[in-house]
């Protein structure tokens, strides 16, 4: 059984950064697929970014040049480097794993199949 555990998250100012962090366990980390999402109050959840098997990347255009999504396979953890804060990234952010994977990585919730429980990052204006 794949489980998830993100933290990390906390407040911070606008401009400032903070580095998300998804601890996973019950899978080969070379072999996933994973993914950052992230829902604001009264918003559909959405992906911010995806990371496959053969390391590429993808990124929501809010986010892109903004946020890294990497992976340390000896650790069995998901990061999220998150630089350039803006208000409008406060959010509740979840990782999300995937025994399929897709080229480029998916976005769309609908692909993952485990999700963690979820850290909030709030920015202030």
């Known amino acids: 059984q794949v489980q998830l555990v993100e933290s990390g998250g906390g407040s911070v100012q606008s401009g400032g950064s903070l580095r998300l962090s998804c601890e996973a366990s019950g899978y080969t980390a070379s072999s996933a697929c994973m993914g950052w999402f992230r829902q604001a109050p009264g918003k559909e959840r959405e992906g911010v970014a995806g990371l496959n098997s053969q390391r590429k990347t993808r990124y929501a255009d809010s986010v892109r040049g903004r946020f890294t999504i990497s992976q340390d396979n000896a650790k069995n953890t998901l990061y999220l480097q998150m630089n350039s804060l803006k208000p409008e990234d406060t959010a509740m952010y979840y990782c999300?794993?995937?025994?399929?994977?897709?080229?480029?990585?998916?976005?769309?919730?609908?692909?993952?199949?485990?999700w963690g429980q979820g850290t909030q990052v709030t920015v202030s204006s």
């Open positions: 999300a794993w995937s025994s399929v994977c897709y080229d480029p990585p998916s976005l769309s919730q609908n692909r993952y199949k485990n």
